[in-house]
């Protein structure tokens, strides 16, 4: 069974601070890892896929890391914008019985403060 | 142009009623799901569709009936409404070659 887990819950950050999201996998056999934010009472976001394949993606400020060996991945997010509080969640999608499962982290909630 | 659409956005009702959700996407992509999130903001899975065939089940009350008329629409039912089904209902769909996910706005269901 995968377990995703994310740390740290919470964080809060200054403004143009560059910071550091953790997710974490029990099971490294996954087939890709997905970066969301999530905006209170909205939908998820897709910030970054990182198929297992590959090492990093990045996409304007924000780069995400992936390395099977130890089930890390990491978000980074350059120059922290007040525009960037929000709850990011990472999804790891790996193939159980013949078909993809994806198994949500708890979440870490950011702040910016201006 | 929204990608995946799910009506309606909120939904008020007492315990007992049947309700439905209903979600569209227009991506062209086979695989749909429906994800719920509860009070403390973890999402889990409970449906999964492709080409209109369930292959995900993940242990959800027969309350929950999921209707897939086409590849682009998942339809959820949900009957004998209960206090504790209150939460956020996710639709998504997911690309077939590469297998990114993506979501619609949610559904927030309060049941009284």
């Known amino acids: ?114 | 142009d929204t990608a995946v659409s799910q009506t309606p956005k909120y939904l008020v009702t007492q315990m007992g009623n049947d309700k439905s959700i209903k979600c569209e996407q227009n991506l062209g992509h086979d695989t749909m799901y429906w994800y719920k999130q509860d009070s403390k903001k973890f999402l889990k899975i409970m449906f999964s569709y492709n080409n209109k065939e369930l292959i995900i089940n993940e242990t959800v009350p027969n309350r929950f009936s999921p209707k897939s008329p086409d590849k682009a629409h998942l339809n959820l039912h949900i009957n004998s409404l209960e206090l504790g089904d209150s939460a956020v209902y996710f639709c998504a769909s997911s690309r077939g070659n590469t297998g990114e996910l993506f979501f619609g706005e949610g559904s927030r269901l309060t049941v009284l």
């Open chain 1, 1 to 114: 069974k995968q377990e995703v887990t994310q740390i740290p819950a919470a964080l809060s950050v200054p403004e143009g601070e560059n910071l550091v999201l953790n997710c974490s996998f029990t099971d490294s056999a996954i087939y890709n890892l997905q970066w969301f934010r999530q905006d209170p009472g909205k939908g998820l976001t897709s910030l970054l896929l990182i198929q297992s394949s590959q090492r990093e993606q990045t996409s304007g400020r924000l780069n995400a890391s992936l390395d099977k060996s130890s089930g890390r991945s990491t978000l980074y997010i350059a120059a922290s914008q007040p525009g960037d509080s929000a709850t990011y969640l990472c999804a790891v999608k790996r193939n159980s019985g013949g078909y993809q499962k994806v198994t949500f982290g708890t979440g870490t909630k950011l702040q910016v403060i201006p």
